[in-house]
């Protein structure tokens, strides 16, 4: 589709006949064209407004905001990355021909739903002398070269010429995920970051501790001290000893803050969140003495309760960069409605004399059943089971951010809630008529819903849960839940107008495109053959797809067209995952069942597990294993196989052939056991390392 074409999309569906409307972008930017194009490849420098280059956003989410000049050293990265333009960065009072000029202007024109003043808004100027960003602040400028970058892509770096003015609707857009029941690695949230981040999202909230559903009709409080509960956060605090018993699955202080300032750095605040007083078991672990009868329930009366959380909460609250932290409080036990409100108020009143946060909850008692929490408090709405949040918390002077069950999902299986956002609830979710919005917190009954300009709305995240445990999803499954509908959604949490086959035309266009991220796992290939190793060499490992990516051997030799592994040598590639829809073959001959056939930093394929000789693929420290073991000094070909959210592994040897599925066992609520498919990466990092045997024919190809 030509460029012409594409800009003509969003006026045809804005019904006007002379201007564009708006770039069709994600979300939608309004703009008004005047004649010509301008082409990036002419742009010879970017320039940052010296007078503000050191100027940062006061008004928003985080506690370090990024200056200009920081924004726009990440934006020369981005450009390189997704475009392939090398730009020079410098500093300047004035735009010169050809350049791409960054400034900050105070104006007016940015304002929110509520007509009230944003940060976040900007203005895009494009023209036959180059392009402008005028930022509301560095912020707002941030979110204009989002436009721009979105825009080349489209156009095939092409630019209409014209102007034009944004501003978010809403100040909270994005994300939460569930990192209490399920580990994720913080490159892992930087890289979330980066994919909210060029959609213009700019909260992340993580969920730092929770625990498996505590069955109390079933469960003796023995079994209760046993079920999987965790604590994210790594403390030395002697005072905490105990507390987090998994230091292998959690965040140091220096990890946490270097994902909170690269999430920064591209306009994202992470909102920290510790759970309390339900949904507490880690803690109930540690000091039993401290629970009700439900060991996830804490017994706010117990005079050490509220002492026990102002000491963790003291000791962490150093460590969290947003000006808005979250305490949980959700789904407490019913029948203690003072004790609950007691319980957030003081936690309330702890946390901002101690700091300069505000506090935010979960949705649990209303004021009508007796909850009476101070006003500074913001609620988080997830389920009408819960509250109303117009009528039990707006029309009672609290701030509400939507987090509603319509986009509630969990992780791999439910037989409640999704597992992938809903895209046609997304563009008609309205019950009013047309596209979803942050003030639709129900989508089917309007009256439940405010209206659109109303303030005490504080905007909208999607949620993905892990209800069901740390093996039930592997990380980067979690990124899948989110990876086709989390942008169109951001369109509606920013106010944009994109129409669905719009969306569904440009996505995966600009999908390719979104910098500081590889999610996806992809990997650059010529052909559909990305890897092949024949050992037709005793000095070196070729790789024969022509695409160079040739092996090195760490002390094993190769013989016969096929490398020996013995003595802890190994073959290092220089790749280190595929996602999906992905087919690594070869042949191997085993002398031991032991070893790992292949490592990298998404999961590992082995040679047996533990006292079990089964293959078994490793992904977030949870074995998924295969009822097979490969027989011992006899070559078998094997083909491993990633297709969608499955992975295959079929065998043949001695004629037969055999294919089998790799499946997690995932336990229900101590009820049942559910088996369910896993999606797992190719892991490409090295080969062989603790294997002992040969293998020949390693071929990796994209399907």
């Excluded at 045809?12 to 301008?38: E, H, K, M, W």
């Excluded at 949705?363 to 408090?377: C, E, L, R, Y």
């Excluded at 190793?533 to 096929?562: E, L, M, P, Q």
């Excluded at 992975?647 to 229900?668: A, D, N, P, Q, R």
């Amino acid at each position: 589709m030509k460029l012409e074409h594409l800009f003509q999309l969003g006026l045809a569906f804005s019904g006007l006949a002379v201007s564009y409307a708006r770039l069709l972008t994600i979300p939608t930017t309004p703009f008004n064209q005047l004649s010509g194009d301008y082409s990036l490849n002419e742009v010879k420098q970017i320039i940052v407004d010296s007078r503000f280059a050191n100027s940062v956003d006061k008004e928003g989410q985080t506690l370090i905001p990024p200056t200009l000049k920081q924004f726009a050293e990440t934006f020369q990265t981005d450009l390189k990355t997704s475009v392939g333009l090398d730009i020079s960065l410098s500093e300047a009072k004035q735009p010169t021909p050809d350049s791409i000029f960054i400034t900050i202007q105070k104006s007016t024109d940015f304002k929110d739903v509520a007509g009230r003043p944003t940060s976040e808004g900007y203005k895009l100027d494009i023209s036959n002398q180059g392009v402008v960003i005028s930022g509301a602040s560095p912020l707002g400028a941030w979110w204009g070269t989002r436009s721009l970058i979105q825009t080349a892509v489209v156009g095939g770096l092409k630019l209409p010429q014209g102007s034009g003015t944004d501003a978010p609707g809403w100040g909270s857009r994005g994300a939460f995920l569930d990192a209490g029941r399920n580990y994720f690695p913080p490159e892992f949230l930087i890289e979330m970051c980066s994919y909210l981040s060029f959609f213009k999202q700019n909260v992340f909230h993580v969920h730092l501790s929770d625990n498996l559903y505590v069955n109390t009709e079933i469960y003796t409080q023995e079994r209760m001290k046993e079920i999987y509960a965790a604590f994210r956060l790594w403390s030395d605090d002697p005072e905490l000893a105990g507390l987090n018993k998994r230091a292998n699955e959690s965040y140091t202080r220096s990890q946490f803050d270097n994902a909170q300032r690269q999430c920064a750095r591209r306009g994202v605040t992470v909102i920290p969140e510790i759970e309390a007083p339900g949904h507490a078991l880690v803690i109930g672990q540690w000091k039993p003495e401290l629970t009700l009868q439900d060991m996830s329930m804490l017994n706010i009366s117990h005079l050490d309760t509220i002492p026990t959380m102002k000491k963790i909460w003291k000791s962490f609250l150093p460590w969290f960069h947003s000006k808005t932290v979250h305490i949980g409080a959700d789904e407490y036990e019913k029948g203690y409605v003072q004790d609950y409100t007691r319980f957030v108020n003081t936690m309330d009143e702890f946390i901002r004399k101690e700091s300069s946060h505000s506090m935010r909850i979960w949705g649990t008692f209303t004021p009508s059943q007796g909850a009476n929490v101070n006003k500074d408090i913001s609620y988080q709405h997830w389920e009408f089971s819960q509250d109303n949040a117009y009528w039990d918390y707006i029309k009672n002077g609290y701030n509400v951010l939507n987090t509603d069950s319509t986009f509630y999902m969990v992780g791999k299986w439910s037989d409640s809630f999704p597992q992938t956002l809903n895209k046609s609830i997304i563009f008609n979710g309205n019950p009013a008529g047309g596209a979803f919005a942050p003030n639709v917190f129900d989508a089917k009954n309007a009256t439940n819903n405010p209206p659109r300009s109303n303030p005490k709305v504080q905007g909208h995240l999607a949620a993905l849960w892990n209800d069901y445990g740390p093996n039930s999803t592997t990380v980067t499954e979690a990124y899948y839940s989110f990876r086709n509908g989390l942008p169109a959604l951001g369109d509606k949490q920013w106010g944009g107008d994109l129409k669905e086959h719009e969306y569904d035309y440009i996505f995966e266009r600009l999908h390719s495109a979104i910098p500081g991220q590889n999610l996806d796992r992809a990997i650059r290939s010529n052909s559909k053959t990305i890897l092949s190793y024949k050992f037709d060499s005793t000095s070196k490992v070729k790789d024969h797809s022509g695409n160079g990516y040739d092996g090195t051997i760490r002390g094993c030799k190769i013989n016969r067209s096929a490398i020996e592994f013995s003595n802890n040598c190994y073959l290092k590639t220089p790749l280190t995952s595929k996602g999906r829809n992905y087919t690594l073959s070869f042949s191997v001959n085993p002398s031991e069942s032991t070893g790992t056939l292949f490592e990298g930093p998404d999961s590992a394929l082995l040679n047996g597990y533990g006292s079990s000789s089964n293959v078994t693929f490793m992904s977030g420290g949870n074995p998924y294993s295969l009822n097979y073991t490969l027989p011992l000094n006899t070559w078998t070909d094997v083909s491993l196989s990633g297709k969608g959210d499955h992975t295959y592994m079929k065998v043949s040897s001695s004629g037969k052939s055999e294919t089998m599925e790799f499946l997690t066992k995932m336990g229900i609520n101590g009820e049942r056991f559910v088996w369910e498919r896993m999606g797992i990466e190719a892991p490409l990092e090295t080969v062989g390392k603790g294997f002992k045997g040969m293998m020949r024919d390693i071929v990796l190809k994209d399907e």
